[in-house]
């Protein structure tokens, strides 16, 4: 599950969180296990990349030319 967060300096953060239960020995005690991340950087970065893909996509479906990329 994505959470959004508040860091100390008061700036949202996208935090992922999973969890899970161990049952104790005999059932008599249950341990619960719960992990939280900061995903903000990785999720930007990844909708960088989709923006990035639309764009270049639609200029090559626009043109009817070749075009070719140097590197």
Same mark, same amino acid.
């Given at each position: 599950?994505?959470?959004?967060? $508040?860091?100390?300096?008061? !700036?949202? @953060? ?21 992990? @939280? ?7 930007? !970065?990844?909708?960088? =990349?989709?923006? !990035?893909?639309?764009?270049?996509? %639609? =200029? $090559? ?5 070749? =075009? %070719? %990329? $140097?590197?």
């Amino acid at each position: 599950m994505e959470l959004k967060t $508040f860091k100390r300096d008061s !700036s949202t @953060a996208i935090t992922e969180v999973t969890g899970s239960i161990l049952r104790g020995p005999c059932e008599e005690r249950d341990l619960y296990i719960v992990i @939280a991340r900061d995903v903000t950087e990785q999720r930007l !970065s990844e909708k960088n =990349i989709r923006e !990035s893909e639309e764009r270049y996509r %639609l =200029i $090559f479906n626009k043109v009817g030319e070749w =075009i %070719l %990329l $140097f590197n």
